[in-house]
């Protein structure tokens, strides 16, 4: 199987992100938890409901990774970043192109957090006995 990329994305509180238990693979709720999990790897072993695109493509994979962040860059909680996300697209489809992940998390006003991630699947570098979580045609 080729090598793709999946995204995965979560909005949610802040609070949740300390309960740091339910996002272990271990963890008896991990599998129905949307949290981000504590390795990137461990998105893979999460239901394919989760997955928000599959890409082949580093382009197109980055793409989608920044149409994830800029409806909130207005609400970002830090300084506003000098570069934007589209300034940073063709960085992210080089980590994409080389076969890596991309993690990205942004603290939001109201106390809120953004998670997008695209983990690299078939075979992930790291973890490469972890299945595709999802049948790609």
């Given amino acids: 199987m080729q090598r793709h990329h999946h995204g995965y994305t ?21 599998a129905t938890n949307p949290l981000p999990p504590l390795e990137v790897a461990h998105w ?15 382009r ?3 793409e989608w990774f920044a149409a994830q962040v800029r409806p909130h860059a207005a609400t970002f909680a830090t300084q ?9 697209i063709p960085a992210i489809a080089e980590q994409v192109a080389d076969g890596a992940d991309v993690v990205g998390g942004w603290w939001l006003t109201g ?9 690299a ?3 992930h570098r790291l973890r490469p006995s972890y299945a595709c979580p999802v049948e790609l045609r």
């Fill in 111 to 119: 106390q809120r957090f953004l998670s997008v991630t695209l983990v």
């Fill in 60 to 62: 197109e994979a980055a």
């Fill in 10 to 30: 979560w909005l949610g509180s802040g609070f949740d992100l300390h309960q740091d238990g339910p996002r272990r693979a271990v963890h008896p709720t991990f």
């Fill in 80 to 88: 506003p970043d000098p570069f934007t996300i589209d300034d940073r």
């Fill in 44 to 58: 893979l072993l999460k239901p394919a409901s989760l997955v928000r695109g599959t890409y082949d493509g580093p």
């Fill in 121 to 123: 699947c078939s075979p």
